[in-house]
């Protein structure tokens, strides 16, 4: 099994800066890349940023300049660095790995629960 733990969303006023993290850990030869996308109410999920193992990283052009997506490979984490939040930044935001279990093909798309991020005006 593989899992995916997010941490470190919560409520801060517009302008603030959050930090998230996610851990995958479970049955993982290798993990191709990572992402984060978010949902908010009433919207359908949405990129917000990937980077690839060796690759360069990928962001929503609302969030260019503003956020900063990073990466360790050793430790099988990403971090999402959100600073100049703004009230459209709330939503529920959710890590994304794409897995591989053994060596070669398939490779399998995993998901965290998701952890709210709150941008008060």
């Known amino acids: 099994q593989v899992q995916l733990v997010e941490s470190g969303g919560g409520l801060v006023q517009s302008g603030g800066s959050l930090r998230l993290s996610c851990a995958a850990s479970g049955s993982i030869f290798n993990i191709n890349a990572m992402g984060w996308y978010r949902q908010a109410p009433g919207k359908q999920r949405e990129l917000v940023a990937t980077?690839?193992?060796?690759?360069?990283?990928h962001y929503a052009d609302s969030v260019k300049g503003r956020f900063t997506i990073s990466r360790d490979s050793a430790k099988n984490t990403v971090h999402l660095q959100m600073n100049s939040l703004k009230p459209e930044d709330t939503a529920v935001y959710y890590c994304?790995?794409?897995?591989?279990?053994?060596?070669?093909?398939?490779?399998?798309?995993?998901w965290g629960q998701g952890t709210q991020v709150t941008v008060s005006s």
């Open positions: 980077i690839p193992s060796g690759g360069s990283t």
């Open positions: 994304n790995a794409v897995i591989q279990k053994l060596p070669g093909p398939p490779s399998f798309s995993y």
